[in-house]
């Protein structure tokens, strides 16, 4: 068996009063999830997520210090069994403009209902809504953009 290591980013951005989150359809997979990649070298997961949403959507985002979620599941890929853990992170986008790399197919952004109805993993929709409480329960101590 592998096993492999990923970091991603749950982005977020303030319209109008309005919170929305961008979701992207992932190429390979189509599957509707969030920016994340693979760890490279010496790479914090915290440094892997912000090169993987800097290269999959062309964004440099705000991280939200004190969220951190972990997950993991196994997978098959060309007859071979890997054991997969994301370490994923909550970080504000200083703007709508997205850059889209081959990596990503498309993307959508979306308030938190609409946004958790479109995501295609149930292990991803748990730490999305944990993301969504974490924003609530924070709103007064976070400096939000207008």
């Not at 990923?6 to 109008?16: D, F, Q, T, V």
């Not at 999959?56 to 991280?63: A, H, S, Y």
């Not at 997969?84 to 403009?97: H, S």
Request: proline share 4%.
């Amino acid at each position: 068996m592998r096993y492999e290591i990923s970091a991603g980013i749950l982005l977020y951005r303030n319209e109008g009063g309005k919170r929305l989150f961008l979701l992207v359809q992932h190429a390979k997979s189509n599957y509707w999830g969030f920016p994340k990649g693979h760890l490279e070298g010496k790479e914090t997961a915290e440094q892997a997520a912000l090169r993987e949403t800097q290269e999959e959507v062309g964004i440099t985002p705000k991280l939200i210090p004190g969220f951190i979620k972990r997950t993991s599941y196994m997978f098959s890929l060309h007859r071979g069994l890997i054991f997969k853990r994301v370490i994923y992170f909550l970080a504000e986008a200083p703007n709508d403009t997205v850059q889209l790399s081959d990596e990503i197919k498309s993307y959508i952004w979306l308030p938190f209902e609409e946004a958790l109805k479109k995501i295609s993993f149930r292990n991803l929709k748990k730490i999305f809504s944990s993301a969504e409480r974490f924003l609530q329960e924070h709103k007064e101590s976070l400096i939000l953009n207008p």
